[in-house]
Structure formats: structure tokens, C-alpha cells
């Protein structure tokens, strides 16, 4: 069964900094292209930060840019959104995302981020 945990979200102040993390299983992980994505409070789901397997590649998207790192542990199975200056703006329900390439996509549950004035 595959399966995508978030962990990591909660409130926390303007200027602050949140570590999320996303374990998955049930696929071949290190084989995976490996993504976080955010939605907004009536915003359409946006790409934050996407790593590929292999070559590392990184995109960030202008949810991402500037302020956020995408990193992933292969041995835990497992990636890091790390989070800083974090403004009321980047209030969301961030997703982990994975893509093997081929035709399976996967999204975990998603876990909330608030940023308080």
C-alpha cells in the first residue's frame, strides 16, 4: 500500500521557520520525483519545490522561491520542505507529491501550515 505521511505543519509567528517532512512507502522511493505543493484558502494548488531523483534537479515555484529548500534522505524515504521568514500569506495545506516517471502519482493527505500575524 502506498502511503505519503506530512508531518511537520502547525501555527507559528510571521518571521518564523517550519520544518516539514513527507515518509513515504509502498514504492520505489529513490526512484521518484519528489514534490511539495501548497492551497491557499481558496487558491488552486500551487507548485512550492520539486526535486528529481538522480541528478537532484531542483524547480522552485514562485510559491518557493527565495525562502524555501526542498531536500530528500533516500535511506529514510523521506523529504524535507524547510521553511523560513514565514509570512501569514504562506498560510496553507502543504502536500507531499511523488511521480515515478511513468504513470503513477501519489499525494499524501496534506498537513496545515498557519502563519499568525
Known amino acids: 500500500q502506498v502511503r505519503l505521511e506530512e508531518s511537520g505543519g502547525g501555527v507559528v509567528h510571521a518571521g518564523g521557520s517550519l520544518r516539514l517532512s513527507c515518509t513515504a512507502s509502498g514504492f520505489v522511493f529513490s526512484g521518484s520525483a519528489l514534490s511539495w505543493y501548497r492551497q491557499r484558502p481558496g487558491q488552486k494548488r500551487e507548485l512550492v519545490a520539486g526535486?528529481?531523483?538522480?541528478?537532484?534537479?531542483?524547480e522552485y515555484g514562485d510559491a518557493g522561491k527565495g525562502r524555501f529548500t526542498i531536500d530528500r534522505d533516500d535511506a529514510q524515504n523521506t523529504v524535507y520542505l524547510e521553511m523560513k521568514a514565514l509570512k501569514p500569506d504562506d498560510t496553507a495545506v502543504y502536500y507531499c507529491?511523488?511521480?515515478?516517471?511513468?504513470?503513477?502519482?501519489?499525494w499524501g493527505q496534506g498537513t496545515q501550515v498557519t502563519v499568525s500575524e
Open positions: 526535486l528529481r531523483r538522480a541528478d537532484g534537479d531542483i
Open positions: 507529491h511523488a511521480w515515478n516517471y511513468g504513470p503513477l502519482i501519489y
